[in-house]
């Protein structure tokens, strides 16, 4: 299986009102569609953020509304961080927000402001503090890690938590629209944390020397993706095979780690080879590729069209051949074992838009047993029109590992 992370887009302007699926000269994905079946799956359910989290755990085969850990919880196992038992992990993203306007509160401009670490650390101890003069010892924060522009929290379990939007969907409007509203005691400590945590940075110095140098503020707070680690049924029990799950991205691979399965890290050079490995002593192979995402973040077409032409010639080509060649096809050689081979993404993220979006997904399935007498590509538009729905899309996993299989041989 492989996740183009981030591979579905709208049609642009720059790229002459295709998409940059549309636009990759053909190659392997091209001769896996003309032999195999194109659908569409919804991984994002309603009322959840699109993300690797949410969209990676539909693809695996499991609902992400049933037992979700949590974005920051996920986080912290992809920093090899570990909270105790009775915490739970939250992410703080710092946001940079514009001047007030006609009378109106600013908008946020970024959701993952630019600074250097000892700004972020001295920023992020401030917010600390300011929550420490609100709230009683034993509720306090505890910081496991930070970066330029987060951190990660531990912070005792006090039941279920907010669901609070991820901080990309609030450029563009002002931050206190998505607070979410309530009149619980959890409702109100967030608002108390953000309000506290606005007031602490519009006053601190790191501030004022931006101002200085003529760089954004950073001068808001964002609290969110809230969660610990439960226990959930590995992916060998519930589908009765072995998987490896290999990723450019530490937080993908943390969700196959999570499931139980063997997983490792490795840079893009190494993908091919390290599938074409695990192949001899897994079942199933799952890489997770977020070069398309990367591209679509900073709003770069052609290089979405060239980093998802590199995925089909270095990484699918090499592999599909390797399929090709040590399991054959049973349908022409019934002696041998046959393999299958899923593209599809976890979430769209468009260019423009430059964040992920809830729309539904392509879907490439080839392999044993699969075939179409319709002959689509691999884009959207295809997709949008083939008959092949997969909504829920944690019901993909089950379909790509034995839809079609028992028919053919109860023959």
Known sequence: MFILAGAPDDPLDALDGGTPLERIAPGAIAALAGAGRIGIASTTPDAMDPGPDTGTLSLLGYDPRDGHPGRAALEALAAGLAPEPQERVARLSLLSVGPAERGRPGAVLSAAPATSPEEAAALIDAILASWRDLEPKPSWSR?????SSW???????????????????????????????????????????????????SEHPVNAAR????????????????????????????????????????????????????????????????????????????VHVSEPHECAVHGDAPGKVAALEKIDRELIAPVYASLSQEYGDPESHPGLPGWRLLVTSDH??????????????PVLLAGAWVRSLVQRGFTEAAAQESDLVIDPGHTLMEFFLRGGLAKVRGR
């Open 211 to 286: 101002a200085e140098e003529g760089l954004p503020p950073i001068n808001a707070a964002w609290l969110w993706g809230w969660g610990r680690l439960g226990s959930v049924q590995p992916f060998d029990e519930r589908f009765g095979i072995g998987a490896a799950f290999l990723s450019t991205s530490p937080l993908p691979a943390a969700i196959g780690a999570w499931l139980g399965m063997e997983n490792h890290v490795l840079p893009f050079e190494a993908l091919a080879h390290e599938a074409i490995a695990c192949l001899r002593t897994c079942n199933l192979v799952i």
């Open 143 to 147: 910081l496991l890690e930070h970066g």
């Open 348 to 361: 769209a993220t468009p260019c423009d838009l430059r964040r992920p979006d809830p729309g539904m997904v």
């Open 151 to 201: 951190a990660l929290l531990a912070e005792p379990d006090g039941g279920p938590p907010l669901a609070v939007t991820a901080p990309w969907f609030l450029v563009g409007a002002p931050w206190r629209q998505h607070v979410p509203r309530g009149r619980t005691s959890e409702h109100k400590r967030l608002s108390r944390r953000l309000e506290a945590a606005a007031l602490a940075l």
